[in-house]
Each structure stands twice: as structure tokens, then as C-alpha cells.
């Protein structure tokens, strides 16, 4: 079982930036990729941003050039670096986990960003 713990998000104007952090702890578990999702009400939850534990990363669109996802795989750790945030940023984000030992993926419970002036 993989835990995933979140902190950073909050709230922020336009054009401002945000880090979100996820750290991931649990027993006997082999994390091959992280990353950010979002979601807003009414919506699908989806992918912001991926990192694989060879460091490959993806990008929804919509976040190319702003978001920066790093981590340091032998800490189990995945951070979120938006810059130039802009009002449809505003979403609960969500940190995920795949775990290649066991075939599963993890969620945290999320942290909320609110982008306003």
C-alpha cells in the first residue's frame, strides 16, 4: 500500500507561481511513475503533468512552458513548479502514484489551487 501526502497548494493571482509537493511512503513498493492531475467540478479529473522514475516527463498542453514537474525517485518525492498561473489553474490537484510491484495506482487527497485577483 502506497501513501501519497500533498502540500502547497493555495490560493494565488494571476501570473504568480505555486509549488506542490507529494511525498510517497508505504511498505514494499516500487514507484515507476508520479505525477499531478486536477480537476474542477463538473469536469474530468486530468493529467497536468507525469514523471517517470527514469526522469522522462509529459505535459498537458495546456501547462507546456509554465509547469515544471521534478522529483527525486529514491525519495519517492514529485514536485509541481507553476509559474505564471493563470484563473483556469484553479482546480483541486491530485497526487498519483503507479506502483510497478503490484500493478496499482495511488491517489492522495488532493490539494486546492484557486488562481484570482
Known amino acids: 500500500q502506497v501513501q501519497l501526502e500533498e502540500s502547497g497548494g493555495g490560493l494565488a493571482q494571476p501570473g504568480e507561481s505555486l509549488r506542490l509537493s507529494c511525498a510517497a511512503s508505504g511498505s514494499s513498493f516500487r514507484i515507476w511513475l508520479m505525477g499531478w492531475y486536477r480537476q474542477v467540478p463538473g469536469k474530468e479529473r486530468e493529467m497536468v503533468a507525469t514523471?517517470?522514475?527514469?526522469?522522462?516527463?509529459n505535459y498537458a498542453e495546456a501547462v507546456k512552458g509554465r509547469f515544471t514537474i521534478f522529483g527525486e525517485s529514491a525519495k519517492n518525492e514529485v514536485f509541481l513548479q507553476m509559474n505564471t498561473l493563470k484563473a483556469e489553474d484553479t482546480a483541486v490537484y491530485y497526487c498519483y502514484a503507479y506502483d510497478s510491484g503490484s500493478g496499482s495506482s495511488f491517489w492522495g487527497q488532493g490539494t486546492r489551487v484557486t488562481v484570482s485577483s
Open positions: 514523471l517517470t522514475a527514469r526522469g522522462t516527463a
